[in-house]
């Protein structure tokens, strides 16, 4: 019976979860540096199966100027009608990763990334960090506006990149 | 053997399932319910010559540069008004969240002013609902012309006039708001017995989006008390036009019975109308500067 409650709570100390992990993303043309801070992004690794799911408030994105994000909110992201971005995707070598033992592991993470409505299939390198007491992940990658149909009026055209790069940095404690 | 082994499987598989779904179950269950503060109810602080219930965020400061030219009707030797400008220099910034503050110096007149606006409730959703926002105005204006009359006693006072406004708001959709707003002006001293010191006015405003970063606004003020200024027959002043956004500036293109470009002016002293074809072309330019 012990038994079976001690395998209950090992299967269940298989998810790690975070509600204010970090994103960025950062813009650079030569016109101007765009770059904006989310410290409210909800995610859940399960370290058995390697699914990882993200949840990021749209609304949450802060820039330093202030008209700045009320123009993503109004205009770029219209965030009154698509409130939240998704992810949800795998690590593909689980394997590889250790989560029994500190130390710094390289991922590779594929999945579906829903911003807007519009779904692309990505591949992410990063890593993730065994601690004592949760782990942490990192990873770095681009996207584009086009492809989740943001339209970027021609007057504002050389102060928005072609790519953009996302920075995730999160901290999970275990469930 | 095999059988069994596989029938365990089997008997494993919802749970399998309901494990992969429930990540962004958990997530879902996790995010609480939060308070959406309705943002861009207005493109500007301005819906044309008066205020809307939009405040600069803390830290921005807005310069604003607004343009009235002459009369349309006054022909082509005045190129249509264009000859005439009347200008206005705003210098605006938000100090808190819930209030913002500005000067000013207009043509017209020879005045300056001076305003607070704040903001005391905020559309949302959520959470807390609140259908509409409401912000209160209020702003003094000096009029700086010589004294009509240098021979009697003048004070400085006889300069002022006041100007209170409650803004009430809502944005009904993406592309849709209205704003109406009660407002009372107080002149200090007018020029004739028949100008009121008091004018009590209610004004309605409102947008409608006709592409993300263009919008139709219009506005007019219901005069209740006055009928003349100065001698002049006044009018209630009807103002409408067009919001442009660009990046960090609003144009907003605009045409009006109206030359003052501040409350005092347009609600009591317009002496323009429509129906004769008193209209004056005209712009307002914003721009936003981050001093946080």
Do not use: C
């Not at chain 1, 890593?127 to 007057?155: H, M, Q, R, Y």
């Not at chain 2, 959406?36 to 965020?57: C, D, L, V």
């Not at chain 2, 004004?203 to 506005?219: C, P, T, Y």
């Not at chain 2, 409350?263 to 002496?271: A, C, P, R, S, V």
């Amino acid at each position: 019976m012990f038994l079976f409650l001690g395998l209950f709570f090992t299967v269940n100390a298989q998810k790690y979860m975070t509600k204010n992990g970090y994103i960025g993303f950062f813009s650079h043309t030569p016109a101007e540096d765009i770059k904006a801070d989310n410290n409210q992004v909800a995610s859940v690794i399960d370290a058995s199966s390697g699914e990882i799911v993200f949840q990021v408030l749209i609304k949450s994105f802060h820039f330093p100027k202030t008209l700045m994000e009320e123009h993503f909110n109004e205009n770029y992201m219209e965030s009154d009608k698509f409130p939240k971005a998704s992810f949800k995707g795998k690590i593909t070598n689980l394997a590889s990763v250790d989560f029994k033992k500190n130390g710094t592991n390289e991922v590779i993470v594929e999945g579906d990334l829903t911003i807007r409505d519009a779904t692309k299939r990505m591949t992410a390198k990063g890593t993730i960090e065994i601690v004592t007491g949760g782990l942490n992940a990192n990873t770095k990658f681009i996207i584009s506006p086009e492809d989740f149909n943001i339209k970027i009026p021609s007057v504002v055209r050389e102060n928005i990149a072609k790519a953009i790069e996302v920075t995730v940095s999160m901290k999970y404690a275990p469930i | 053997m095999k059988r069994l082994y596989f029938s365990f499987l089997l008997f494993l598989s919802p749970f399998f399932i309901y494990g992969q779904e429930d990540l962004m179950d958990l997530l879902d269950k996790e995010s609480k319910p939060e308070i959406n503060y309705t943002t861009a109810t207005f493109k500007s602080t301005r819906i044309m010559n008066g205020h809307s219930i939009e405040r600069m965020p803390p830290g921005q400061l807005d310069f604003r540069i607004s343009h009235r030219f002459g009369r349309i009707n006054s022909g082509a030797y005045e190129l249509f008004g264009l000859d005439q400008a009347n200008i206005h220099f705003g210098l605006e910034y938000g100090i808190f969240n819930w209030l913002m503050v500005g000067i000013g110096r207009g043509t017209y007149e020879k005045t300056y002013d001076g305003f607070a606006k704040f903001t005391i409730v905020r559309q949302s959703t959520g959470e807390k609902v609140m259908p509409v926002s409401v912000s209160f105005f209020s702003s003094v204006a000096v009029n700086s012309l010589k004294w009509s009359d240098p021979e009697r006693t003048n004070y400085f006072s006889s300069r002022l006039s006041y100007v209170s406004q409650v803004l009430v708001a809502r944005k009904f959709n993406q592309s849709l708001s209205f704003q109406i707003m009660p407002s009372y002006v107080h002149r200090n001293l007018v020029e004739t017995e028949l100008d009121p010191n008091d004018l009590w006015s209610i004004g309605a405003g409102g947008r409608i989006k006709l592409s993300k970063r263009i919008s139709f606004n219009a506005e007019y003020y219901y005069v209740a008390t006055s009928t003349t200024y100065q001698g002049q027959q006044v009018y209630d002043p009807l103002s409408i036009g067009f919001d442009i956004e660009t990046g960090g500036h609003v144009f907003q293109l605009i045409f009006t019975n109206s030359v003052a470009m501040i409350e005092k002016g347009f609600i009591g002293e317009t002496t323009g109308s429509w129906g004769k074809g008193d209209i004056h072309f005209g712009f307002n330019i914003s721009r936003v500067f981050n001093l946080k």
